[in-house]
């Protein structure tokens, strides 16, 4: 006992130290004069329990990037013991990192370093450099996001693909685990295109609906796939028919993904009819909900994108649109509008 005292004076006396000579040699605040000041999540957060979250996935998310995991070792990720609490303080923060102490785990993993570039906007800009610093994006008014769920498809998919490139058109996917363990290298082509990948559940199912351990258990599993597939875990979960409530809001310490047009490209199965009711509905800043299992979708959107260019929109990611990053636990229906539980 008195050795452990006597230890983690002398550590925290050594970092003391150090911090008040950087502190000394630096005239602005640089983040080594923070090293030692008693930092906690709540004062690199601005006391924000979803900047929190978005930080411990994000270290499940560098652990998965840094180690080669099992599907089994992935489906563990969310029981990983990380910090609840905005007055934690297992953390170290350098100039070009944000290092996260684990506790003992089945990993075997001690330390886990998020580079800094992935924490803009999330970490306060006065415990980063400057390089780092969140700026709003100043983008046009005329704004909207392209989401296609329910994907992986082995035909359209592509078909789709070639068209967002040829548009210069970047969308996010949200997939379907059991989908994406039949068809990775579909998975593996969303990316390369350019565009992002959102947990869509397993199997499609409406998850307030399952208990807890349930629920969970639809995203982790297609977190292992979307991982066996791409190497990388999914920053965003989009539940199936946008059912959720708080309980399973807040299962993930992810975003949510919603919209605010819905193409109904499921309900007309007709490429003039979907093509006119996006038009209709969309508006700046909108999220629009298509899905890239429909014949009838994929053609409609060369004439969505070329009209929706035509009244001056511009195509642009999910960030993009939200002028920030989007953070764990809260759900986003378009710009200006995200919401907690
Ligand atoms: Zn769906």
């Known amino acids: 006992m008195i050795i452990m005292i006597k230890k983690h004076l002398f550590v925290t006396l050594g970092i003391t130290a150090a911090s008040l000579f950087a502190l000394s040699i630096s005239n602005h605040s640089a983040p080594q004069a923070h090293a030692a000041a008693n930092l906690t999540y709540g004062k690199i957060t601005n006391n924000s329990l979803h900047r929190l979250g978005t930080i411990r996935q994000l270290t499940r998310a560098q652990l998965a990037a840094d180690h080669k995991l099992t599907g089994k070792?992935?489906?563990?990720?969310?029981?990983?013991?990380?910090?609840?609490?905005?007055?934690?303080?297992?953390?170290?923060?350098?100039?070009?990192?944000l290092t996260i102490h684990l506790v003992k785990n089945s990993y075997g993993v001690k330390n886990v370093a998020i580079p800094l570039s992935k924490l803009t906007g999330i970490i306060l800009n006065r415990y980063m450099p400057a390089k780092y610093d969140f700026v709003k994006p100043?983008?046009?008014?005329?704004?909207?996001?392209?989401?296609f769920d329910d994907g992986p498809d082995p035909t359209l998919t592509p078909k789709l693909l070639k068209i967002l490139k040829h548009y210069n058109v970047p969308a996010t996917f949200f997939e379907v685990g059991s989908s994406v363990i039949r068809y990775p290298s579909i998975s593996r082509m969303v990316l390369k295109y350019g565009n992002q990948i959102g947990n869509h559940s397993w199997n499609h199912p409406d998850l307030t609906s399952l208990s807890s351990t349930r629920a969970l258990h639809q995203i982790a599993l297609t977190d292992a796939a979307i991982y066996k597939a791409t190497g990388t875990i999914p920053a965003y979960v989009r539940p199936p028919y946008g059912s959720v409530n708080s309980r399973i809001g807040n299962l993930y310490d992810r975003p949510i993904v919603r919209w605010n047009v819905d193409s109904r490209d499921w309900a007309y199965?007709?490429?003039?009819?979907?093509?006119?009711?996006?038009?209709?509905?969309?508006?700046?800043?909108?999220?629009?909900?298509?899905?890239?299992?429909?014949?009838t979708l994929v053609a409609a959107v060369p004439q969505i994108i070329r009209s929706l260019k035509k009244r001056g929109y511009t195509f642009v990611t999910l960030p993009t649109l939200m002028q920030k990053p989007l953070l764990a636990n809260l759900q986003y229906f378009g710009r200006g509008d995200f919401r907690g539980f």
Do not use: E
Not at 85 to 91: C, D, G, Y
Not at 284 to 290: A, N, Y
């Open 138 to 147: 100043k983008t046009p008014n005329k704004v909207v996001s392209m989401t």
């Open 73 to 97: 070792q992935v489906q563990q990720l969310v029981y990983l013991p990380l910090p609840k609490r905005l007055t934690a303080h297992n953390f170290t923060l350098s100039k070009k990192a």
């Open 269 to 295: 199965l007709n490429t003039p009819k979907t093509v006119q009711h996006v038009l209709a509905t969309t508006h700046p800043g909108s999220i629009i909900l298509m899905h890239d299992i429909h014949p």
